[in-house]
């Protein structure tokens, strides 16, 4: 009876289950419809920019590489800006020297992989996907390296429930966003390479210098059709971290990607980004908050550098990353604080807030530093002083 009782009990929860568990999944799958056709918060850049990349395609005469959308010329205008014979204008999508961009995109056109260097914020991640959109029409065959990030995510992975279904077979196996490049003749992402354990990364020294992926399970390979390269990027903080091998960086062209050079270049860079943003989340247009924003990167600038513009001053750095990517941010948060709690003009008091929670990372040391800053420099300075009482206020 206790044995029947149990199965009754069984039969019933599994129908429950199974009933409970249908509805979800449909919703599920409704949800995911709805997300697809809905505004998504972060279209890619070939989306974004899909108006810009199609006139350049048809203005583009120029020779391309096998399987590229565009010709190096043309990929080289999208990233730095330009205006095409018919007038349309693509608006500049990384602000630094044109001969950097230049090596980076005909790096693409060799049997060399590009690595993009840098200190944190450089634009690394920004320029890739951009690269990738630009050249295979696709920035999406991405791998985020993490210190976790398993040899399964470079090659390929099995599905398991196909794999004990049918056994081991090509419906079983889940390629990789890089295995899906090779064979598609496209450019394939790795994001922050040098935090990939070593014994990881080395998955890549045969694909790169092979332009295979043997798969022994199957005795097969996916051989890299032309049109095939990758893009790494690596922060320079994180070097030794998991240093690169000689074996794996022979098969790099190593960009640098720089700080901005001059401070018009950061305001530019922060403006034009903000105003990007912004749009995306209904914020207020940004230039009569160019002011604060002038400070903002001032402010970075110099505590960055160690001295004042004009190289009369010494000052001490804080312990945090002061990147054009932490000022951007700082500016954005400033505009919405304009527009939901101001009159929709960027002010001291919208952006010091901000400013404080990232210069001041640890709380002893850098808040002296900080403070420092705001009596010898701040305080002193011209048509700053409802910035210097904004930041006071925020800092007391
Ligand atoms: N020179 C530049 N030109 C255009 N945009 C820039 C430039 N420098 C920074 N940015 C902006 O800074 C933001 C951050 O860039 P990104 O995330 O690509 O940096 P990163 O180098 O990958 O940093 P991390 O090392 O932290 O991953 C992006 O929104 C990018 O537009
Ligand atoms: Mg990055």
């Known amino acids: 009876m206790s044995a029947d009782g149990w199965k009754t009990t069984e039969a019933a929860t599994g129908e429950a289950t199974g009933g409970a568990g249908e509805a979800p999944r449909e919703r599920a799958s409704e949800g995911t419809g709805g997300e697809a056709g809905g505004a998504v918060l972060r279209p890619h850049a070939e989306e974004t920019f899909a108006d810009e990349l199609a ?39 990384y602000v630094g020297p044109r001969r950097l961009v230049e090596v980076a995109v005909t790096t693409l056109a060799t049997d060399r992989a590009l690595l993009l260097l840098g200190v944190p914020g450089t634009a690394k991640t920004w320029v890739s996907e951009h690269l990738a959109a630009a050249v295979s029409g696709d920035s999406t065959l991405l791998v985020q390296g993490t210190a976790g990030t398993p040899e399964e995510a470079i090659r390929y992975g099995w599905n398991y429930a196909r794999l004990l279904a049918h056994g081991p077979g090509r419906e079983a196996l889940v390629p990789s966003p890089v295995m899906r490049a090779m064979a598609r003749g496209a450019t394939a992402r790795v994001e922050e390479l040098t935090r990939i354990p070593a014994d990881v990364q080395d998955t890549l020294i045969t694909i790169l210098s092979e332009k295979t992926l043997p798969i022994p399970e199957l005795g097969e390979e996916v051989q890299a059709v032309r049109g095939f390269n990758l893009i790494a990027t690596a922060n320079d903080r994180d ?57 903002v990167v001032t402010v970075f600038r110099e505590l960055r550098d160690g001295v004042t513009e004009d190289g009369r001053t010494k000052v001490k750095s804080p312990s945090g990353t002061l990147s054009t990517a932490e000022a951007i941010s700082v500016v954005t948060n400033g505009l919405a604080l ?59």
């Open 55 to 93: 006139a350049l395609a048809a203005a583009d005469d120029r020779p391309r590489p096998e399987r590229w959308r565009l010709s190096p010329w043309a990929v080289a205008t999208y990233l730095l800006g330009g205006t095409l014979p018919d007038g349309t204008v693509i608006t500049p999508k």
């Open 239 to 295: 070097r030794g971290v998991n240093d690169l091998s000689s074996a794996l960086r022979r098969r790099f062209n190593t960009v640098v990607l720089p700080l901005p050079g001059t401070p018009d270049a950061e305001v530019e860079i922060v403006s034009r980004r903000v105003g990007q943003l912004g749009r995306s989340l209904d914020l207020p247009a940004v230039p009569e908050g160019l002011d604060e924003i002038r400070r």
């Open 338 to 396: 304009a527009a939901h709690f101001g009159d929709g003009v960027l002010r001291p008091g919208d952006v010091a807030a901000g400013l404080l929670g990232v210069v001041v990372r640890d709380p002893a040391a850098d808040r002296v530093v900080w403070q420092e800053y705001l009596e010898t420099v701040v305080r002193e300075r011209d048509g700053w002083k409802d910035f210097y009482r904004a930041c006071r206020e925020v800092t007391a």
